[in-house]
């Protein structure tokens, strides 16, 4: 048998291959080393992450139409390299423009042509993993030609500590003519206002519809609220998307309270039905609203939350709830607790017991309950056990997941959307008392036991 000899000369090349693929191997593994950790490094620096309003970079320039446009600075401080950062907005009609991340803070530049408030968010996230690491969210009033304020930075997950007072917003341009209240409120002045034959009805659109959007505005510059977010109490609004008519909208105001995340919202409709003198449907709902802002706006005392007074428009017109609609979408997000205190059709002789338009819904369980003592302990007439869907303006708050209860009695369909409604139906002393009911629930129940909060919605 012949002997093959090895061939030696391969030996070195092979010894080479296998120190290349060794060293192949350990960087492998030190490259995933090093990105696991950096995943741990960045999920730990996440809690030292901040979100801030640049202080000296607030400047008003003008845009390409001429007209003036506000804009904002914010950043994201204590960025480690494998982060990213996603803005957004609850506000579609400001813009945001976002500059590249540079030594550790992501700019973004907001811009608006009119004074508005939302709420912008920060989502940090791993670069290589996609995973969220922190988001956070700050809310931001801007007004043209004025500085907004700072507010604190509060993470939008869920959280067990209290969350942070909103800022109050920047100054309207309506000044509130702030009057001493004394005295008794007159109910009936403000129906018969509401309801005088020679203003033709409040249908939406008409004359008299527009004098009663008046009339109110006059009632709230009186007692002294503020504009909520826009330059005046009106909040208008495109009766249709695809027509570029604004309808003379709701009429909003705002009570500061001590806790500025938190809002009470008490509303009634101010429009009717063709043919309707209305002073039942609604004038009487508005004359209880003016008298709880007339009482609240005398006390000494500031109230716990946000009182928003709103008078809406539309509810009567189909599609119904129009106002109150183009409302709760405006709205949603400005607070992290908010409830919904509805008043249409009060006050009426022989107009029966009261119904809390409970419809069935869970999330209001707490807030009708609460009010159901209060009923009891007033002595007022109310119907515990009824399943009627009451249709009024509190199911566009429903339909958005905040608690909400209207306030209607149970015998009016005789009445209502009739010539038959007019202002001799009215028993003012009725009003009056469910009127410090609603008073009492503001000023002494405690907000957490019926609000729901936006983390538990988030969740």
Same mark, same amino acid.
């Given at each position: =048998?012949?002997?093959?000899?090895?061939?030696?000369?391969?030996?070195?090349?092979? !010894?080479?291959?296998?120190?290349?693929?060794?060293?192949?191997?350990?960087?492998?593994?030190?490259?995933?080393?090093?990105?696991?950790?950096?995943?741990?490094?960045?999920?730990?620096?996440?809690? #030292?992450?901040?979100?801030?309003?640049?202080?000296? #970079?607030?400047? $008003?320039?003008?845009?390409?139409?001429?007209?003036?446009?506000?804009? +904002?600075?914010?950043?994201?401080?204590?960025?480690?390299?494998?982060?990213?950062?996603?803005?957004?907005?609850?506000?579609?009609?400001?813009?945001?423009?976002?500059?590249? !991340?540079?030594?550790?803070?992501?700019?973004?530049?907001?811009?608006?042509?009119?004074?508005?408030?939302?709420?912008? @968010?920060?989502?940090?996230?791993?670069?290589?993993?996609?995973?969220?690491?922190?988001?956070?969210?700050?809310?931001?009033?801007?007004?043209?030609?004025?500085?907004?304020?700072?507010?604190?930075?509060?993470?939008?997950?869920?959280?067990?500590?209290?969350?942070?007072?909103?800022?109050?917003?920047?100054?309207?341009?309506?000044?509130?003519?702030?009057?001493?209240?004394?005295?008794?409120?007159?109910? =009936?002045?403000?129906?018969?206002?509401? &309801?005088?034959?020679?203003?033709?009805?409040?249908?939406?659109?008409?004359?008299?519809?527009?004098?009663?959007?008046?009339?109110?505005?006059?009632?709230?510059?009186?007692?002294?609220?503020?504009?909520?977010? !826009?330059?005046?109490?009106?909040?208008?609004?495109?009766?249709?998307?695809?027509?570029?008519?604004?309808?003379?909208?709701?009429?909003?105001? &705002?009570?500061?309270?001590?806790?500025?995340?938190?809002?009470?919202?008490? @509303?009634?409709?101010?429009?009717?039905?063709?043919?309707?003198?209305?002073?039942?449907?609604?004038?009487?709902?508005?004359?209880?609203?003016?008298?709880?802002?007339?009482?609240?706006?005398?006390?000494?005392?500031?109230? #716990?939350?946000?009182?928003?007074?709103?008078?809406?428009?539309?509810?009567?017109?189909?599609?119904?709830?129009?106002?109150?609609?183009?409302f709760v979408k405006e709205f949603t997000g400005l607070y992290d607790n908010v409830c919904n205190i509805n008043i249409d059709c009060v006050g009426m002789r022989n107009g029966g @017991?009261? =119904?809390?338009g409970q419809n069935n819904n869970k999330i209001s369980n707490e807030l009708i309950g609460a009010f159901q003592n209060i009923l009891k302990e007033m002595k007022i007439d109310y119907?515990?056990?009824?399943?009627?869907?009451?249709?009024?303006?509190?199911?566009?708050?429903?339909?958005?997941?905040?608690?909400?209860? &209207?306030?209607? +009695?149970?015998?009016?369909?005789? $009445?209502?959307?009739?010539?038959?409604?007019?202002?001799?139906?009215?028993?003012p002393e009725q009003i009056e008392q469910l009127s410090s009911a609603i008073i009492s629930f503001v000023t002494e129940s405690d907000f957490n036991e019926f609000s729901l909060d936006?983390?538990?919605?988030?969740?």
């Amino acid at each position: =048998m012949k002997k093959v000899r090895k061939d030696l000369s391969l030996t070195p090349v092979i !010894k080479i291959i296998k120190s290349i693929l060794a060293i192949i191997l350990i960087f492998s593994i030190a490259v995933g080393s090093f990105y696991i950790h950096t995943d741990v490094l960045t999920s730990n620096a996440a809690k #030292k992450l901040s979100l801030q309003i640049k202080k000296t #970079k607030y400047v $008003v320039k003008k845009s390409n139409k001429g007209k003036n446009k506000s804009t +904002q600075k914010i950043q994201v401080k204590n960025l480690k390299k494998g982060n990213i950062v996603k803005w957004i907005s609850s506000n579609k009609k400001i813009a945001l423009v976002s500059s590249p !991340k540079k030594n550790g803070k992501a700019k973004l530049t907001v811009y608006t042509k009119r004074t508005g408030r939302a709420k912008i @968010s920060a989502v940090i996230k791993n670069k290589r993993t996609k995973k969220v690491l922190k988001r956070l969210t700050k809310t931001i009033t801007i007004s043209a030609g004025q500085k907004p304020p700072i507010s604190t930075v509060r993470p939008l997950i869920p959280s067990t500590t209290p969350a942070p007072k909103l800022a109050p917003e920047a100054t309207p341009e309506v000044t509130p003519e702030i009057t001493p209240n004394a005295g008794s409120f007159d109910h =009936m002045s403000v129906i018969n206002e509401l &309801c005088k034959a020679d203003n033709g009805g409040r249908v939406a659109g008409t004359r008299g519809n527009a004098l009663a959007a008046s009339y109110i505005t006059e009632h709230y510059r009186k007692y002294g609220l503020m504009p909520l977010l !826009k330059p005046d109490y009106e909040w208008s609004y495109k009766e249709n998307p695809n027509n570029d008519r604004n309808i003379t909208g709701n009429i909003v105001g &705002c009570l500061k309270g001590k806790d500025r995340t938190k809002a009470i919202i008490i @509303s009634a409709h101010y429009d009717t039905v063709a043919q309707a003198p209305g002073a039942v449907d609604n004038a009487s709902g508005i004359a209880a609203l003016l008298e709880i802002a007339f009482k609240l706006s005398a006390r000494t005392e500031q109230p #716990k939350t946000d009182i928003i007074f709103c008078a809406f428009n539309e509810e009567e017109r189909m599609p119904l709830y129009l106002g109150s609609k183009a409302f709760v979408k405006e709205f949603t997000g400005l607070y992290d607790n908010v409830c919904n205190i509805n008043i249409d059709c009060v006050g009426m002789r022989n107009g029966g @017991s009261y =119904m809390l338009g409970q419809n069935n819904n869970k999330i209001s369980n707490e807030l009708i309950g609460a009010f159901q003592n209060i009923l009891k302990e007033m002595k007022i007439d109310y119907n515990e056990t009824s399943n009627d869907i009451v249709r009024s303006d509190h199911l566009s708050f429903l339909a958005a997941d905040i608690p909400a209860v &209207c306030f209607t +009695q149970a015998s009016i369909s005789s $009445v209502i959307h009739s010539r038959l409604d007019v202002v001799g139906n009215i028993v003012p002393e009725q009003i009056e008392q469910l009127s410090s009911a609603i008073i009492s629930f503001v000023t002494e129940s405690d907000f957490n036991e019926f609000s729901l909060d936006i983390h538990d919605i988030l969740r």
